[in-house]
T-cell receptor, first 113, second 113 residues
Framework: AAGVIQSPRHLIKEKRETATLKCYPI?????VYWYQQGPGQDPQFLIS???????DKGSIPDRFSAQQFSDYHSELNMSSLELGDSALYFC????????????FGPGTRLLVL | GDSVTQMEGPVTLSEEAFLTINCTYT??????LFWYVQYPGEGLQLLLK?????DKGSNKGFEATYRKETTSFHLEKGSVQVSDSAVYFC????????????FGTGTSLTVIP
C-alpha cells in the first residue's frame, strides 16, 4: 500500500540558510500535518492543512511557513535556520481532520551546522 | 489543555516477559487514542487505536483498552520479542480543541535475549 512520502530524507544546511521539505500524502488523503521531533523528544505539532487551507496551527516558528497544493502535497519552508532547528520533521496524512488516524512518513532529518 | 502522560523509560525486559507501558490522558472532549511505535532511524508507525470508551485496540500481540473512568490507555503485551525493541508513543486526537495529535514523551523499550 502507498504510504506518505517525504523528501529529502536527509538535509544539511548552515545557519541562516533556507530549506524546503516536501510531503506527498497517501492517495485520497486530503489532510496533511507537520511535526518536529527533537533528539529524544516527542513529536511536536507544527501546522496542518485540510483541502489546501490551513486548518490548525501549533508551535510553528514565524520563520517557517507551509502550504498545501492542488495535488494535496505540502511543502514546509524554513528560513533563517538556527542550530535549534536540527530535528526530524515528520509529515502525516489522514482522510479528514479531527480524530482520524494519522499515517506518518519516514521523516526528513535536518541538520543545521 | 489536552495532554498525554506516559510512563518514563527506558524499559529493559527479557524475551518473553510481560510488558505494560502506562498512558493516561487529559482531554476536554472525547478523544481517539493511539499507540505509535518508532523503530531506530524510522518514522512513526501506527500500532493500534481506540476511538471510544471501552474499545480495545490490538495488533501484533499488543493490546490497549480505552478506559474513560481512569482516563487511561495502557499498552500491554504478554510475551515480548527482541524485535519489539523500539520507542512507543501514546497519543490522542480529535477533541473539541482541534485536530492535532498530542503525543506522550515516548517510552524506550529494549528486549534482551
Amino acid at each position: 500500500a502507498a504510504g506518505v512520502i517525504q523528501s529529502p530524507r536527509h538535509l544539511i544546511k548552515e545557519k541562516r540558510e533556507t530549506a524546503t521539505l516536501k510531503c506527498y500524502p497517501i492517495p485520497r488523503h486530503d489532510t496533511v500535518y507537520w511535526y518536529q521531533q527533537g533528539p529524544g523528544q516527542d513529536p511536536q505539532f507544527l501546522i496542518s492543512f485540510y483541502e489546501k487551507m490551513q486548518s490548525d496551527k501549533g508551535s510553528i516558528p514565524d520563520r517557517f511557513s507551509a502550504q498545501q497544493f492542488s495535488d494535496y502535497h505540502s511543502e514546509l519552508n524554513m528560513s533563517s535556520l538556527e542550530l535549534g532547528d536540527s530535528a526530524l520533521y515528520f509529515c502525516a496524512s489522514s482522510t479528514s481532520p479531527g480524530g482520524e488516524t494519522q499515517y506518518f512518513g519516514p521523516g526528513t532529518r535536518l541538520l543545521v551546522l | 489543555g489536552d495532554s498525554v502522560t506516559q510512563m518514563e523509560g527506558p524499559v529493559t525486559l527479557s524475551e518473553e516477559a510481560f510488558l505494560t507501558i502506562n498512558c493516561t490522558y487529559t482531554a476536554t472532549g472525547y478523544p481517539s487514542l493511539f499507540w505509535y511505535v518508532q523503530y531506530p532511524g524510522e518514522g512513526l508507525q501506527l500500532l493500534l487505536k481506540a476511538t471510544k470508551a471501552d474499545d480495545k485496540g490490538s495488533n501484533k500481540g499488543f493490546e490497549a483498552t480505552y478506559r474513560k473512568e481512569t482516563t487511561s490507555f495502557h499498552l500491554e503485551k504478554g510475551s515480548v520479542q527482541v524485535s519489539d525493541s523500539a520507542v512507543y508513543f501514546c497519543a490522542l486526537s480529535g477533541t473539541d480543541t482541534g485536530n492535532q495529535f498530542y503525543f506522550g514523551t515516548g517510552t524506550s523499550l529494549t528486549v534482551i535475549p
